[in-house]
């Protein structure tokens, strides 16, 4: 790959091609998110009117809004991992030297993981016991609804593990530029 004028190396082209996979999925959840939103205010709005105004509710409404609410309070946590934004108590991180808040930091980043391969090991486990049981009112597999487990494990695991990759690359780079310094 070429750019500006001077060959880009194989390592670095495959970082950039990992992170523009990255960057797509989370724009790709971001909108599942935002049209799940306006189908979940919809449908509720359509019970709503549907119970009092007709005095006919829809028994399906509810289980629907349920279902995306499911998928989108996961899609949201994997975003939350993506943006590194999760509630985090950081002013006795910030009072360790950089060496050990690093330290600290990939360590809870990798109980971070361990929660996620735990998310995709377990429901992987409970998902065939519920597959084959089907929903009240749609009537699809349950399976869809457990399915948000793994699949959201493996999401928020990618993007720690994203996060893990950075932040010891730079720290390596931050410690080199001060050996640099130094001298």
Request: aromatic share 12%; with cysteine; net charge positive.
């Amino acid at each position: 790959m070429i750019r500006d004028g001077t060959l880009v190396p194989s390592r670095e082209r495959k970082t950039v091609m990992i992170k523009r996979t990255l960057d797509t999925i989370e724009l790709a959840i971001k909108v599942i998110c935002r049209v799940f939103i306006v189908v979940i205010v919809a449908i509720l709005f359509y019970a709503v009117v549907m119970r009092y105004v007709f005095h006919r509710p829809p028994s399906w409404s509810i289980e629907l809004g349920r279902f995306l609410f499911i998928w989108m309070v996961i899609f949201t946590a994997v975003l939350v991992t993506r943006e590194q934004s999760h509630m985090q108590i950081t002013f006795l991180v910030n009072l360790l030297p950089k060496r050990l808040r690093f330290l600290w930091l990939t360590f809870s980043r990798v109980l971070m993981l361990g929660f996620c391969w735990l998310m995709i090991q377990q429901g992987l486990v409970i998902y065939p016991i519920v597959a084959s049981a089907a929903s009240p009112c749609l009537g699809i597999s349950m399976g869809w609804w457990y399915l948000s487990i793994p699949v959201g494990g493996l999401l928020m695991g990618v993007y720690i593990l994203e996060t893990i990759v950075k932040s010891i690359i730079d720290h390596v780079k931050m410690n080199s530029s001060e050996e640099k310094c130094i001298c």
